[in-house]
């Protein structure tokens, strides 16, 4: 059974940077054929796409609103996806889904709480 498991969530200023982990397991198919992307969500809203990374030519999309600002990036020897954040603004205070995608299946982790605030 797939597993994801969101880190590195937490209270941050504005202006100041974050870097989010999504660790996979118990997948049978390669970690790097896979595609992972980061969603964010709102209470009362709906989940948007922030930054994308396919597989393994790691080709990777961003949100307009985070462009600039956003990097996603894979390490396949560890089964994990990162999310660095810089220049952070309370608009982008959410909880911070993973998804993996691998042919139909699609997997989602528990979010990780990310708060802009002074």
């Known amino acids: 059974q797939v597993q994801l498991v969101e880190s590195g969530g937490g209270l941050v200023q504005p202006g100041g940077s974050l870097r989010l982990s999504c660790a996979a397991s118990?997948?049978?198919?390669?970690?790097?054929?896979?595609?992972v992307s980061w969603y964010r969500q709102a209470p009362g809203k709906e989940r948007e796409l922030v930054a994308g990374?396919?597989?393994?030519?790691?080709?990777?999309n961003y949100a307009d609103s985070v462009k600039g600002r956003f990097t996603i990036s894979r390490d396949n020897a560890k089964n994990t996806v990162y999310l660095q954040m810089n220049s952070l603004i309370p608009e982008d205070t959410d909880i911070y889904f993973c998804?993996?995608?691998?042919?139909?299946?699609?997997?989602w982790g528990q979010g990780t709480q990310v708060t802009v605030s002074s």
């Open positions: 990374i396919i597989n393994t030519g790691g080709s990777t």
């Open positions: 998804n993996l995608r691998w042919t139909v299946r699609s997997y």
């Open positions: 118990g997948f049978t198919f390669t970690f790097s054929s896979a595609a």
